[in-house]
């Protein structure tokens, strides 16, 4: 992660010393720079899904191979989230964006776990239970540079580089767990109202983007853009406080984001913004399994996050 943040904090710096580069003229001085700021609040929907499975590795022992996955655990993202963002143009064609995200709520769908245990019908459910959300923590942090190569009267097309951290933190409490197989050893439990399982993951993704925006009228303008970040790093820390079980995966993959916007201008200093956002977010790895802190076993692992928003923010240019 810290080589990731270096690369793209490097290639800021490079894209912004062009940047004013270009803009100097034949008196060396920077071309115009202004900013703004606006304040917003955005409404997630969503779910992460955590799966492991075969294969199996004792420590300091044998491989097992079987069927995947053997566990699945859906974590909802439903929640409203306080945004600010803050914009940064150079000249007439370079713009550097940040934007922090911070939850307001928490979910109000519950966890869902599901275990396949039987190694002669994988299909075959054995295990369900559900738990509600009694704490949990969101953090989105993103910045880009963007670099107009298309633009006249209506319209700028742009391409850029951008990097997002993700973080979610969960404490469930069990509501019910039971065997829909019916499987005669498996116990029948309610939980007792305190916390049985933790849960955090995080995303740290370096993304190429690309994008445009259409004037309408002096008033209203249509952006849109889509990114991709070939690797996304992903690590998750989970604690199943009824076994004592300590869970610890890292994953790499890809993921794709695609946002679309309108802005209302009310004034040269004064506009409102709207859009959607989805996120597709796609990593696999190992996890290392830990009992009375004792480590046990690495299973295979993976996980899905897929993430759709909508928001709507104030601004003033400065």
Request: hydrophobic content about 35%; aromatic content about 12%.
């Amino acid at each position: 992660m810290k080589r990731t943040i270096k690369v793209i904090a490097l290639g800021f710096a490079l894209a912004t010393i062009s940047t004013n580069t270009l803009h100097a003229g034949d008196t060396g001085k920077v071309g115009p720079i202004d900013f703004d700021i606006s304040v917003g609040s955005e409404c997630m929907s969503g779910n992460t899904t955590f799966r492991i499975g075969y294969p199996v590795t004792e420590i300091g022992g044998l491989t097992y191979q079987g069927f995947f996955p053997f566990s699945e655990l859906k974590w909802p993202l439903d929640t409203w989230l306080a945004r600010v963002d803050l914009g940064v143009n150079i000249g007439k064609s370079a713009r550097i964006n940040g934007t922090v995200k911070k939850n307001t709520t928490k979910p109000g769908r519950n966890m869902v776990d599901k275990a396949w245990i039987t190694d002669s019908d994988p299909t075959q459910l054995d295990a369900y239970s559900e738990s509600f959300n009694s704490d949990f923590s969101a953090l989105i942090l993103d910045c880009d540079f963007e670099w107009v190569f298309l633009k006249n009267k209506s319209n700028r097309v742009y391409a850029g580089i951008g990097y997002q951290y993700q973080k979610f933190s969960y404490d469930s409490n069990l509501i019910h767990q039971y065997s829909p197989s019916g499987l005669p050893d498996f116990k029948d439990f309610y939980g007792d109202g305190s916390v049985s399982m933790t849960y955090d993951i995080s995303y740290s993704m370096p993304y190429l983007i690309l994008g445009g925006k259409h004037n309408i009228s002096k008033h209203i303008a249509v952006a849109g853009s889509i990114a991709y970040s070939p690797y996304v790093s992903a690590q998750d820390k989970g604690m199943l406080l009824l076994e004592d079980r300590k869970l610890n995966g890292d994953m790499n993959g890809s993921a794709y984001m695609i946002n679309v916007s309108s802005t209302y201008t009310i004034s040269s200093s004064l506009f409102i913004e709207c859009g959607v956002h989805y996120t597709k977010i796609i990593v696999d790895g190992t996890q290392t399994q830990s009992i009375s802190g004792v480590p046990t076993s690495l299973v295979a692992l993976d996980s899905k996050s897929s993430q759709t928003s909508g928001y709507l923010k104030i601004g003033y240019n400065f």
